[in-house]
């Protein structure tokens, strides 16, 4: 079993060389946009939170 996973990861290795600026590329790319998405989650959330904080204390002032 070692030695199957062992020939396959030399095969990756080759290809990785060769590739390896590619996949830079596309795992920055990916983060990238992780990140973003989670940014906006943030800014979502602290929106929500803000809101919430602004909102009226007296049941009466509500509308």
Known sequence: MKQK????????????????????YLNSILYIFLIYR?????????SLT????LLPVNKSDRL
């Open 5 to 24: 996973i062992l020939a396959t990861n030399l095969k990756w290795g080759s290809f990785k060389r060769n590739n390896s600026q590619l996949l830079f």
């Open 38 to 46: 989670i940014l906006l989650r943030v800014r979502e959330m602290i």
């Open 50 to 53: 803000t809101r919430r904080s």
